[in-house]
């Protein structure tokens, strides 16, 4: 059993950047596919960032060059930090973890376009 907490979201200009936190508890975090999530007001949830557990990465083609995803393995803890924000990134953020037949979710975070 996997159990993620989010943290890091609030509200942000257009232009800005916010970084979003993981905290997993548990066992064997390294050996999990780490990834980020969002849903927006009336839409699916929708892949982000993933990395695996080799430290592959990979992106959404609308977030490509602006977020990078990262984890601390030693610290239990997936990141996403996220530049040059969008309004189109408002949207509730999702951290998942994922191995052989086993995914766990967060409860999400809440990042919100201020302007």
């Known amino acids: 059993q996997v159990q993620l907490v989010e943290s890091g979201g609030g509200l942000v200009q257009p232009g800005g950047s916010l970084r979003l936190s993981c905290a997993a508890s548990?066992?064997?975090?390294?050996?999990?596919?780490m990834g980020w999530y969002r849903q927006a007001p009336g839409k699916q949830r929708d892949l982000v960032a993933a990395?695996?557990?080799?430290?592959?990465?990979k992106y959404a083609d609308s977030v490509k060059g602006r977020f990078t995803i990262s984890r601390d393995n030693a610290k239990n803890t997936v990141y996403l930090q996220m530049n040059s924000l969008k309004s189109e990134d408002t949207a509730i953020y999702y951290c998942?973890?994922?191995?052989?037949?086993?995914?766990?979710w967060g409860q999400g975070t809440q990042v919100t376009d201020s302007s």
């Open positions: 990395i695996s557990s080799g430290g592959t990465t």
């Open positions: 998942n973890a994922h191995r052989l037949i086993s995914d766990y």
């Open positions: 548990g066992r064997a975090f390294s050996a999990y596919a």
